[in-house]
């Protein structure tokens, strides 16, 4: 179960056509529910893209940042309309992106909860329900359901 994501985290049905227009779409969010300006949010997550893409495979993005400021682990989910192109390790466009936002010290806490990101998305039967979720609501609801936690861990 993922305790770092709420209602307003939560981008369902998104439409953007590229990648840089999804991250400023989400660093736009994320100001809103952290306080920090969203400038320094998406400074921030394109300094860690440049290191190489976020872009997991399999339709799944999973950009993140340290964030001096951020106030404690914060995720925002986007559920794309039509894929991007997100220069994917695996060369396939992405339409689901859990961006994930962590105090700048956080180094454990910030790993720990990369990988229940990583755990969660990279279930199959998952990702195609978080794709076929019809609302902001249904897609908080996979993403934050007990039972899920169990399998997960």
């Not at 991007?84 to 910030?110: C, N, T, Y």
Request: glycine letters at 10%.
């Amino acid at each position: 179960m993922i305790q770092f994501l709420n209602s307003q985290g939560i981008m369902a049905d998104t439409r953007v056509g590229d990648k840089k227009t999804l991250l400023a779409l989400m660093a736009a969010r994320a100001a809103k529910v952290t306080g920090i300006h969203e400038r320094i949010i998406l400074d921030g997550i394109m300094q860690r893209e440049r290191l190489g893409s976020t872009g997991v495979g399999k339709g799944i993005a999973i950009p993140h940042a340290r964030l001096t400021g951020c106030p404690r682990v914060i995720g925002l989910f986007a559920q794309l309309r039509t894929p991007i192109e997100f220069e994917a390790i695996d060369g396939q466009p992405v339409d689901l992106a859990f961006m994930l936002l962590s105090p700048e010290g956080a180094g454990a806490d910030h790993l720990q909860a990369l990988a229940e990101i990583s755990r969660i998305l990279r279930d199959g039967a998952m990702a195609d329900r978080l794709r076929g979720a019809e609302s902001a609501d249904a897609v908080l609801a996979l993403l934050t359901q007990p039972q899920f936690a169990a399998v997960a861990a």
